[in-house]
Nanobody, 115 residues
Framework: QVQLVESGGGLVQAGGSLRLSCAAS????????MGWYRQAPGKQRELVAV???????NYVDSVKGRFTISRDYAKNTVYLQMNSLKPEDTAVYYC?????????WGQGTQVTVSS
């Protein structure tokens, strides 16, 4: 299994930027994919972006062209660069690591975008 610690959330005005970080420890060599999910109040958790072990990426349509997911293997860290933030991006953002027989989550970090 993998332990995940997120950081980088906060309060930002619409149009601003934030970078989220997720540091992984534990059985990192077993990770197949890492992703960022978010959950807004009263809504289901949704996938925002995912990066596979080969480096391929995928994004939910609402963030395409604004968010970028990347992975630093040397630091065992995955990032989510968020630009042109909108109030509807406000949510708790969770990091996820998926392996052959597990799906582990971080504790979440709050992102609030004011209009």
């Amino acid at each position: 299994q993998v332990q995940l610690v997120e950081s980088g959330g906060g309060l930002v005005q619409a149009g601003g930027s934030l970078r989220l970080s997720c540091a992984a420890s534990g059985s990192i060599f077993s990770i197949n994919a890492m992703g960022w999910y978010r959950q807004a109040p009263g809504k289901q958790r949704e996938l925002v972006a995912v990066i596979s072990s080969s480096g391929s990426t995928n994004y939910v349509d609402s963030v395409k062209g604004r968010f970028t997911i990347s992975r630093d293997y040397a630091k065992n860290t995955v990032y989510l660069q968020m630009n042109s933030l909108k109030p509807e991006d406000t949510a708790v953002y969770y990091c996820n690591a998926r392996g052959p027989r597990y799906s582990d989550w971080g504790q979440g970090t709050q992102v609030t975008v004011s209009s």
